[in-house]
């Protein structure tokens, strides 16, 4: 269960059906619950998209976790009425579900950038034709899993996403003695689910549990607890009681052994519009707008305030006549008198904001010293409570027992902010003259190289940070996932995308080898290395990532001094984690072979002596091929690569003189790594060669043809003679 999680679903379904699943099938490791939330859609018509009619958003008795109805008449929204509110911003899943099979997820993809995606043929024939693809729920962030998992994330240490890089390759794995099947449970209607991992959707989980979506995790259950005798009692924290339009009130603090504080202070004239969350211990002034806000311990709002959207954690001072829109005020934060601050801004902890300023959107302000490498939350009070999580207030909050005068007399003392104000650099251009602290400048996402253009790379880092704050409208977000997912760009289809845009990047063994693809028959659509044979991408498969050669170089990393055991985890880890074939890997190590040969042979090897030194290698990478070789097509495959070598360049063209290359296949096949089916299916495709061709001229060189020709006359003969034993019979 992820940390940010916040749900009130009942969890013993969903575990009694992944047991009794997990009995039937033990490649069924994983459940995973998903809340069905709708998908997300832009209305083409720009007056749909701004509504006349405005609806106040806590008039609104629809439940946030259910899919938008498709009759305007029975839900009326605001303008970005189809966006799901507790989508992130990073986003967007599709999923593909078996519905005959308990839900089985066939495909996982959230990247909401990708404008395709692809799903193996193979689950339509194995699974049904019943496959549904959906955008409509939301994971939740709860996985129900077998002990299995634990020992796949340990053998395959590379993964470092639960669900972009683990889920994702497992769902699509091809092949059916390898599959982990992981299934997925519906949320039942009525229960609640919400993460909040951003500010955007922090503030909206908290006016879910204020609307009572998440019952019974409501603020007036918040503080009970039975004691040892099992009678009912209130631990060190505030209470709460709902009153009208979802305004919740402290009742007063409640200490273990009896006693009470006292109540916030409501000026007469302020107006409280719920969903409103007031914390122990405030002291709210005359002619004050609250409305869709939470506000923690401890804090003054003096008179003619207006709060909107916001949330207020503890001790903080909103001095006359401030506006605060969409905000996020960390402890301890000061808004001088007149202060205007609009929507998506967050104060740190200990900031001030000074007279008469106005912060524009999505500023942030903080007094933490700027670091490398800094993530979008330093510097804003990771360490308070929230406000929708009440602190204890201490005993000198007795005194806050105050009258209407006492609120207009509150004046917090600054002096020790103002004395350490020096050792704190301050934007004083924008927090005022009079203010702390200093513009927050994010870093830049994480798939952004440091090679990369510096000013978009932070022109990305600020429109993230501004997707994941309060107020964001996400249609323009979506409008440009929109934009990217319906261009006209290579759908895997067309002959013109099959490696014009990544040719720099997706090219396959002609880069060390030089081959030039004079290969011929070896080419094919699938020359780039993220491509399958029919030119599709491969799911699971991280683009511009040559496999091949990464298998390669784990190889020639490895120090043979280390069992052999130790590399072939770690090659099938990697093959996991891109969704390779046992044919990649036998590539990559027939490949790490052959140079460590070449290396120790010299510059102009005879064939015996290479021979020599290939017969002593494959005493230790022997077993290795003779693992991964499980088909002809494994074994044909290091037919390939010793042909792309021998044909390649200057340093491994040796193998391409005769008779070394006959010589080398002969080893081969000696030492059981091919056999020979595997053989004289490469010859039946190699006969078709023209003898001008660089292939064919490789293939009909006369040693060659001598191996082909004892080999067949052997496996003749071996099967008369088996023959005439059975006569005898």
Not at 560 to 579: A, C, G, M, W, Y
Not at 629 to 649: N, V
Request: overall charge negative; charged content about 25%.
């Amino acid at each position: 269960m992820q940390g940010d999680v916040i749900t009130n679903a009942d969890l013993r379904d969903a575990m009694e059906g992944h047991k009794v699943r997990r009995k039937k099938d033990n490649a069924a490791i994983m459940t995973v619950l998903l809340q069905e939330v709708g998908g997300w859609g832009i209305e083409d018509d720009d007056d749909a998209a701004t509504d006349d009619v405005e609806v106040e958003e806590e008039n609104t008795s629809d439940n946030p976790n259910s899919p938008p109805t498709t009759t305007s008449n029975q839900h009326k929204r605001p303008p970005n009425n189809q966006l799901p509110p507790l989508r992130s911003s990073t986003d967007d899943l599709l999923l593909a579900l078996d519905t005959t099979h308990s839900n089985r997820i066939l495909l996982w993809d959230s990247n909401p950038h990708k404008s395709h995606t692809s799903i193996p043929t193979i689950f339509f024939t194995d699974n049904s034709s019943n496959i549904t693809l959906t955008r409509n729920y939301l994971d939740v962030g709860i996985d129900i899993c077998s002990p299995d998992v634990l020992a796949r994330f340990s053998d395959e240490f590379d993964y470092r996403e639960l669900r972009s890089q683990f889920v994702a390759n497992c769902v699509a794995e091809e092949e059916v003695g390898l599959q982990s099947r992981i299934f997925a449970y519906m949320m039942k209607r009525g229960e609640y689910a919400g993460r909040m991992g951003d500010m955007r959707r922090y503030h909206r989980v908290s006016m879910d549990l204020l609307r009572r979506w998440c019952y019974p995790l409501v603020p007036d259950n918040y503080g009970h607890h039975e004691n040892s005798s099992g009678c009912a009692d209130m631990c060190h924290a505030a209470s709460y009681v709902c009153e009208r339009h979802l305004v919740y009130r402290d009742v007063g603090v409640h200490h273990h052994r009896g006693g009470s504080g006292s109540r916030s202070h409501v000026g007469r004239s302020t107006q409280l519009l719920g969903p409103l969350l007031l914390g122990p211990n405030n002291s709210i002034g005359e002619q004050c707008l609250l409305q869709r806000s939470v506000l923690g311990p401890n804090c003054t709002v003096l008179d003619s305030c207006s709060i909107v959207d916001s949330h207020l954690w503890g001790n903080v001072v909103i001095e006359e006549g401030a506006q605060l829109t969409s905000v996020i005020v960390c402890e301890g934060a000061i808004i001088r008198k007149g202060a205007v601050i609009d929507r998506g801004c967050v104060i740190g902890r200990g900031c001030i904001v000074g007279d008469g300023v106005h912060l524009k959107e999505f500023t942030r302000i903080t007094c933490a010293a700027e670091v490398e490498n800094d993530d979008d939350y330093s510097g804003f009070d990771d360490s308070s409570s929230s406000s929708s999580e009440e602190e204890e207030s201490s005993s000198e909050d007795d005194e806050s027992n105050s009258t209407e005068g006492n609120v207009k007399e509150a004046v917090v003392d600054t002096s020790a902010a103002a004395a350490a104000a020096t050792d704190i650099i301050t934007n004083h251009e924008v927090v005022g003259k009079d203010g702390i602290g200093r513009v927050y400048t994010p870093s830049p996402p994480d798939d952004y190289d440091s090679d990369d253009d510096e000013e978009e790379a932070q022109a990305a880092a600020m429109e993230l940070m501004q997707s994941q704050s309060i107020g964001y409208d996400m249609t323009l977000l979506y409008q440009k996932w929109k934009k990217l997912q319906t261009e006209d760009e290579d759908d895997g289809f067309s002959l013109e995308g099959m490696g014009s845009d990544d040719d720099d990047d997706d090219m396959d063994m002609e880069d060390d080898w030089g081959n030039d693809n004079a290969g011929g028959g070896m080419q094919s659509a699938a020359s780039s290395s993220h491509l399958d044979d029919d030119g599709m991408q491969i799911t699971g498969r991280q683009k511009g990532v040559d496999v091949v050669k990464e298998l390669r170089d784990i190889c020639l990393e490895h120090e043979t001094s280390h069992p052999v055991d130790n590399l072939r985890i770690e090659i099938q880890s990697f093959k996991f984690s891109q969704n390779a074939a046992y044919a990649d890997c036998c590539k990559g190590v027939m490949m790490a072979v052959m140079e460590k040969i070449l290396e120790e042979s010299g510059e102009a090897p005879t064939p015996g002596k290479l021979v020599g030194i290939l017969k002593g290698k494959l005493g230790y990478w022997g077993s290795l091929l003779q693992s991964f070789c499980i088909g002809s097509k494994e074994e044909q495959a290091i037919i390939h690569t010793l042909e792309s070598m021998a044909l390649g360049s200057t340093s491994s063209s040796v193998l391409g003189k005769e008779p070394t290359f006959r010589f080398v296949l002969q080893t081969l096949h000696d030492q059981e790594i091919v056999n020979e089916e595997a053989i004289f299916e490469w010859a039946s495709e190699r006969k078709e060669e023209g003898k001008d061709t660089p292939l064919g001229m490789l293939f009909w060189q006369k040693p060659t043809q001598d191996f082909l020709e004892w080999l067949d006359d052997d496996s003749s003969s071996g099967e008369d003679s088996s023959s005439g034993e059975d006569d005898s019979d």
